[in-house]
């Protein structure tokens, strides 16, 4: 791949005796959304920790557009513009949804006076907007901690679409929500990747949706990256099959 | 909380402040020392309250603020410096003219300050590495070595302290004087921390406090917000060190780094308001002091005792503060939202989001 | 400071056989304490900031009892079994209510005990400092040089004693063994049928005996005076954070350190002996940090 965002060569990560990623090499192009399946314990999430910086790996090389990432810490890399979203949902709980996405938005040109900017104006505007396009908009002023599941995850991946990151990693965002709604988050989902240009890598356990959303997958197994190809391609894999049923 | 109810509150505390030592002439002091604990409630909240670094040691800053005005005002016009002063024991006694001693107390305040921020900035890198009870023990570990460390040095008197320079000036004028420091200090602190509250910075203040990992995730740099917190509350309390060892004239140890007394006190104020709100440390600070004041006068002897069993029940009891028992009781007054419409059904139809 | 150097190493190196036997004894007090509060984290997440005052308060019942005229070998289980009760009552008083809150109201209410025991022991038994005198034999060493009172050998006998049977108890009994399952999962317990409730009142009695323990040796082989404590809770932190919860042969080996670093401090300027627990303490914190950092995480 010519046009690649993020980088992942040669890594590896064990904790204890567990081997949890061996020599994974991975490559996500810029503006494409990519998915990472594997059954569960198959060191997905630990792959997702490594390449936003929440441990030291044990060798290999991380990369975002260029730049070795994986000495970095996990506010330096999220200021680069690559975000994450955890598995278990984490908002702010105690403040309202307004003030969660308002203090959302990005840090990367963080300086002296943007700290002490007034909340009004331009970015509640924003905020209100991307509340909107989630379909938050109704609970904007109530206290995000009191919100069900569902919405909470929801709330976000506003709060990471507020940010304007130029890469999204995305850690089970469909896990808890309504089956009915999972189609429109599949369709927010693609609109944030075409519209806004936010290069997505999502792991998924729900194959209807990662089928229907990633262009390119990524199929991790015991540790060990698997197979990769194109949605159709794994669908035929005898490899990610058995990986599924249980082979090992 | 909307204007209307913060114009009263203002009226009440401008007439405290004003009138209070007018009309009580006698416990001028007293309620000088009313402010100071709400400089140190408020201050101490701006890290603790909002943003969940329960410091035990802000104390540290009074303390090292005392001692860099007591060495500022003394050996700025006196030739011997402060080594000579205190090696003799209080037997020199240097003459300053009235315009000396303020320029010399001005110039010791204001360097408190600053040398109190100075000194939080260079070790915030070391103390913010330390999370939860880490801090907290961390930060009261500093408070003790502060103590420990300024009794070694014997150019600022060792364990027998430094007699400060004499008031020019009768006894009253010398009350209202360090009370009306004390008084705009108060207002100072309060003016800076509402404005600062009412910025980007209060949400990610309360953001770092919510889930500092997720802050961090989202890319909020926030170990300069934690800096600027602790650097508010330093300089505040470096220049409330100042004036409380002008105001009491002897200082030592015991009285400059207080800190089973307002090193807790202040902690306790804060709690006993409600953390983490505007009015809250001060609404605290003010019935704390009150409570205190009564129990020295009505208990003496047991006062300590007195105060630890409040402490306790306060921590233990009713530790949501006043402020957060009001805001669980009336909540739209504060502009909270409560959802009760979907809130009853949303537990039976599961996960919605429209 | 080169004068006090020059003792150690050339004029008189015999100091420093009663010098670290001196830390050996603190250590032990130290390892007590520390285990104690070790205990109480692990199992219910409490961080005990009144633990040192705990270890005063039974100092200083085995110096009341002493002055009644009673032996040692009565003195250590009375203050064992009150301060056991004391510590139940403890428990139910102000701990069971801060049990699930965060842990700074866990930190700020011990603190507030620390200070409420400080002034209470201050009422009674006034300011001064005080020793419990056993008039037991002192043992000379090396011409005069080096002084063992024996009653120092019988504290440090006892604090093995305990140490033992404390951790007999741990492995061995229902109760230990339901104190330890607890700790690490108190909802696996509970569906059990452990009591938990009962567990953890347990554990802090448990804990406030073994300060007791410490304190009788305290009074004994130290001084005690009301405010004190702060050094031992200081101390015992220290040890916790560099040794973690439940190693306890950790715990021990950081106990002997700090007691030692104590003593030769103190041995420098006395006025350090006080405040070294501290400086482990933020030395400690510091070291923590940064291996922390190299795994890119904070101290929590």
Redo the contacts between chains.
């Keep these: 791949m010519t046009n690649a965002i993020i980088t992942v060569n040669n890594v590896s990560k064990s904790f204890g005796g567990v081997n949890a990623n061996v020599d994974i090499d991975m490559q996500v192009e810029s503006g494409s959304i990519t998915g990472i399946i594997g059954p569960n314990g198959c060191g997905k999430t630990t792959l997702f920790n490594s390449i936003v910086g929440y441990h030291p790996i044990d060798n290999g090389s991380i990369k975002f557009e260029g730049q070795e990432i994986s000495k970095l810490r996990v506010g330096e890399i999220a200021r680069l513009g690559m975000l994450r979203t955890f598995q278990q949902t984490r908002i702010y709980p105690k403040m309202d949804c307004v003030d969660n996405m308002q203090i959302s938005i990005s840090h990367r040109l963080d300086s002296k006076s943007s700290i002490f900017a007034s909340r009004r104006g331009e970015i509640r505007d924003r905020a209100e907007h991307l509340l909107e396009f989630v379909g938050l908009y109704s609970k904007r002023n109530l206290i995000s901690g009191d919100l069900s599941f569902g919405q909470q995850k929801l709330l976000e991946l506003a709060m990471a679409l507020m940010n304007e990151p130029k890469a999204l990693l995305l850690d089970e965002p469909t896990a808890g929500i309504n089956p009915t709604l999972i189609n429109g988050l599949i369709d927010r989902l693609r609109r944030a990747n075409e519209d806004l240009g936010i290069t997505l890598c999502v792991i998924e356990h729900n194959m209807r949706v990662i089928m229907n959303l990633a262009s390119h997958i990524y199929c991790l197994s015991n540790g060990y990256m698997l197979a990769n190809g194109k949605p159709t391609d794994l669908q035929n894999d005898q490899r990610v099959i058995d990986a599924y049923l249980g082979g090992h | 909380m909307t204007t209307n109810i913060n114009l009263p509150i203002y009226a009440t505390l401008a007439v405290i402040g004003i009138l209070g030592p007018i009309f009580f002439p006698a416990y001028t002091l007293s309620i000088a020392f009313l402010w100071v604990m709400v400089i140190m409630a408020s201050t101490w909240d701006a890290l603790g309250g909002q943003m969940g670094y329960n410091s035990l040691g802000n104390i540290t800053f009074f303390g090292i603020g005392m001692y860099v005005s007591a060495i500022v005002q003394v050996s700025f016009f006196y030739e011997g410096g402060v080594g000579e002063y205190t090696s003799a024991m209080g037997s020199i006694k240097p003459e300053f003219t009235d315009a000396e001693y303020f320029i010399g107390l001005f110039l010791g305040i204001l360097a408190a300050g600053i040398v109190g921020l100075v000194i939080s900035i260079l070790f915030s890198s070391f103390m913010f590495g330390l999370r939860g009870p880490y801090f907290a023990i961390g930060s009261l570990g500093l408070a003790i070595a502060a103590a420990e460390i300024t009794i070694t040095i014997d150019y600022v008197g060792g364990p027998s302290g430094i007699l400060m320079p004499l008031f020019p000036g009768d006894i009253e004028f010398r009350s209202t004087f360090f009370y009306s420091i004390c008084f705009l200090l108060a207002i100072a602190s309060h003016i800076l921390l509402r404005w600062l509250f009412s910025t980007q910075f209060g949400l990610a203040a309360n953001a770092i406090r919510d889930d500092e990992d997720k802050a961090e995730a989202m890319g909020i740099q926030t170990l300069s917000y934690k800096r600027i917190s602790w650097g508010i509350a330093a300089f505040f309390m470096g220049c409330t060190g100042a004036v409380v060892g002008n105001m009491i004239g002897f200082i030592d140890k015991e009285v400059a780094y207080p800190i089973p007394t307002f090193g807790i006190f202040m902690v306790a104020a804060a709690l006993l308001g409600g953390k983490g709100t505007l009015w809250g440390p001060v609404l605290g600070a003010i019935i704390f002091h009150i409570i205190k004041d009564a129990a020295w006068t009505l208990l003496l002897g047991f006062q300590w005792i007195v105060l630890g069993i409040i402490l306790i029940v306060n921590i233990v009891y009713f530790q949501q503060g006043i402020m957060g028992w009001l805001q669980v009781k009336f909540p739209e007054r504060f502009g909270i939202v409560i959802d009760t419409s979907t809130t009853l059904v949303d537990s039976q139809r599961g996960d919605d989001a429209r | 400071m080169w004068d006090e150097l020059q003792l150690l190493f050339v004029w008189a190196p015999v100091i420093n056989i009663q010098l670290i036997l001196e830390g050996i004894f603190v250590g032990a007090i130290f390892a007590l304490s520390a285990y104690g509060l070790a205990l109480v984290w692990g199992v219910m997440n409490i961080?005990n900031?009144a633990q040192g005052d705990f270890v005063i308060a039974g100092g200083y019942m085995a110096f009341w009892l002493n002055s009644l005229g009673l032996p040692l070998p009565l003195i250590l289980p009375i203050v064992l079994v009150s301060m056991f009760f004391y510590g139940w009552l403890v428990y139910l008083l102000?701990i069971r209510?801060?049990l699930d809150?965060d842990?700074?109201?866990s930190?700020?209410?011990t603190?507030?005990?620390s200070?409420?025991m400080?002034?209470?022991i201050?009422?009674i038994f006034g300011p001064e400092v005080q020793t419990v005198d056993m008039q037991l034999p002192v043992f000379d060493a090396f011409d005069n040089m080096v002084t063992i009172p024996s009653s120092k050998l019988i504290a440090l006998g006892l604090a093995a004693i305990i140490a033992i049977a404390v951790v007999l108890f741990m492995k061995k009994s229902r109760t230990g063994q339901a104190i330890r399952a607890t700790a690490q999962d108190p909802r696996a317990a509970r569906v059990l049928g452990i009591n938990i409730d009962r567990v953890y009142a347990f554990t802090f009695a448990f804990n406030s005996a073994l300060c007791g323990a410490a304190g009788v040796l305290v009074s004994i082989i130290f001084v005690i005076q009301p405010f004190y404590g702060?050094t031992y809770s200081?101390g015992s932190?220290a040890i916790v954070?560099a040794a973690g919860l439940g190693n306890l042969p950790a715990v021990i080996i950081s106990a002997f350190g700090i007691g030692l670093f104590t003593k030769y401090c103190g041995f420098f300027?006395s006025?350090?002996e006080?405040?070294a627990p501290?400086?482990v303490?933020?030395t400690v914190?510091?070291w923590r940090?940064i291996t922390?950092?190299?795994?890119?995480?904070?101290?929590?």
């Excluded at chain 3, 922390?292 to 929590?300: F, I, K």
């Design positions: 961080k900031l102000v209510r801060i809150q842990m700074f109201v930190l700020l209410a603190f507030g005990l200070l409420l400080q002034q209470v201050n009422r702060i200081m932190f954070t300027e006025a350090l006080y405040a501290v400086a303490l933020i914190l510091l940090q922390m950092s190299r795994n890119r995480q904070a101290v929590r």
